[in-house]
């Protein structure tokens, strides 16, 4: 033990380290892309996702950032993720210790953060360029909010061919857990509600495109009609489905619209109208249609010459 004077000393000593601790600022060390972690503050979603370091720094403002997932905005230091922020904490915990136990200057560096592993999906945002990566798929961008219907749509689409690709193993991994009959229903709704994801994305895309190319909006849900879309595109750009598609293809599209419609709102049966819009001789009324992973595939591919019609023509 010392006297109060030594005592006094010490805590004057402390306070000069800690005033000099408050100007320190933490490393935080880019992946191999460059890329820095980040996680949504909002308790729903915490997603992860990554900024490229110096974009980060240069062009995300302060007082707002984006969620790539949710769109969540909040300040930037709030996307700080949770794991860091304890290690932050707690490096600053034992420099404090170290330096009033045994004197240890707090001058040394807090330990810098190393990022994750990089993330498999980057991208670069059309309107402001800030690039950023997650994994899945993401809707905006985190600097602008910018949300991009094309590559949107594009990774829609890009899921359910995978899906499709590996519906075989993930109807071997469902075995383990589930009956046959199980496993028959839910892989069989995967590839039912994939062909209505497949239609729906189309609508989302060509409306979004549309009403951004047109000085007049498209009527509601009109693209789900492969017809009156065809027209519409026509009226606008000159060409159309027709155009952009082989014969066959076209035929094959309007086909898997009208079963959409069926799954949708029929429950699949069959009817009079289904079979007059379409001529189908492979069903008759009150049959229940059948969707098979190659239609599915087919269609997604066709939707993907789609969009890469209108986007570069
Ligand atoms: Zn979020
Ligand atoms: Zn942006």
């Known amino acids: 033990m010392g006297t109060i004077q030594d005592m ?8 000069r380290n800690l005033q000099d601790l408050g100007t320190k600022t933490v490393h935080i060390v880019p992946d191999a892309k460059g890329m820095i972690d980040r996680q949504c503050p909002k308790n729903d979603c915490q997603s992860y996702f990554k900024v490229n370091s110096d974009d980060w720094r ?46 240890t200057p707090m001058s040394q560096n807090i330990v810098p953060i190393q990022s994750m592993e990089e993330f498999e999906l980057n991208i670069a945002c059309g309107n402001c360029k800030t ?46 857990e589930f009956t046959k009959n199980q496993v028959a229903v839910i892989i069989k709704s995967i590839v039912e509600n994939s062909l209505s994801d497949c239609i729906s994305t189309l609508q989302a895309y060509c409306e979004a495109r549309y009403n951004h190319l047109s000085s007049t909006k498209a009527p ?21 489905y027709e155009n952009w598609l082989t014969k066959n293809e ?5 086909l898997f619209a009208n079963r959409r419609h069926l799954l ?17 001789r492979n069903y ?22 789609i969009i890469n019609s209108i986007e570069n023509p």
Not at 131 to 153: K, M
Not at 250 to 254: A, E, G, W
């Open 131 to 176: 690039r950023f990566s997650v994994i899945g798929a993401a809707f905006f961008c985190p600097c602008c909010g910018y949300n991009s219907v094309e590559r949107t749509a594009k990774e829609a689409i890009e899921k359910i061919l995978l899906q499709m690709q590996k519906i075989s193993s993930i109807e071997r991994s469902l075995q383990s």
């Open 58 to 103: 240069n062009i995300v403002k302060d007082e707002e950032v984006f969620c790539p997932i949710c769109r969540n905005n909040s300040p930037a230091k709030e996307y700080m993720p949770k794991a860091q922020r304890k290690a932050i904490v707690s490096g600053i915990r034992n420099l404090i210790m170290d330096n009033w136990h045994h004197g």
């Open 8 to 15: 006094i000393w010490k805590l004057e000593n402390f306070q």
């Open 284 to 305: 008759k009324e009150g049959d229940r249609i059948i969707v098979r992973e190659s239609d599915v595939s087919f269609l997604g591919q066709i939707i993907n010459k």
């Open 264 to 280: 949708e709102h029929k429950n699949g049966l069959v009817d009079t109208k289904y079979l007059n819009n379409t001529g189908d």
């Open 250 to 254: 076209y035929i094959q599209l309007t």
């Open 220 to 240: 509601f849900n009109v693209f789900q009609n492969i017809e009156r879309g065809n027209k519409l595109w026509i009226g606008l750009k000159g060409k159309g």
